[in-house]
């Protein structure tokens, strides 16, 4: 059973930056493709970014390219989200998922493809 837990998650004022970590247990964390998807109030989760397992190739929802960066530790097992510039549409649960799968690039937005999920951090932007 692998279990992935975030942290992170508050209240910011707009423009504000917030940084999110995620962790996994059972395997290496590099046996891992890993992503962050979001889910604003009342709207269906969405797609933020991922990581590639082996090669640590990224990918972004292209709305938040620049301001959003996904980036990981191997010595901490962690994965992080660093987000700048918050802007009140970017309020919602933020998810962290992992799949032991290797994914293809248009794969990496599905979120179908990841079989281990967090139960997501609170992102609240206002002020």
């Known amino acids: 059973q692998v279990h992935v837990l975030e942290s992170g998650g508050g209240r910011v004022q707009p423009g504000g930056s917030l940084r999110l970590s995620c962790a996994t247990s059972g395997r290496a964390f590099t046996a891992y493709t890993m992503a962050w998807f979001r889910q604003p109030p009342g709207k269906d989760r969405e797609f933020v970014a991922a990581?590639?397992?082996?090669?640590?190739?990224?990918s972004y929802a292209d709305s938040l390219k620049g301001r959003f960066t996904i980036s990981r530790d191997n010595a901490k097992n962690t994965l992080d989200l660093q987000m700048n510039s918050l802007q009140p549409e970017d309020t919602a649960v933020y998810y962290c998922a992992a799949t032991s799968s290797r994914l293809i690039t248009s794969s990496l937005r599905r979120e179908e493809r990841y079989e281990y999920w967090g139960q997501g951090t609170q992102v609240a932007v206002s002020s």
């Open positions: 990581l590639k397992r082996q090669s640590g190739g990224t």
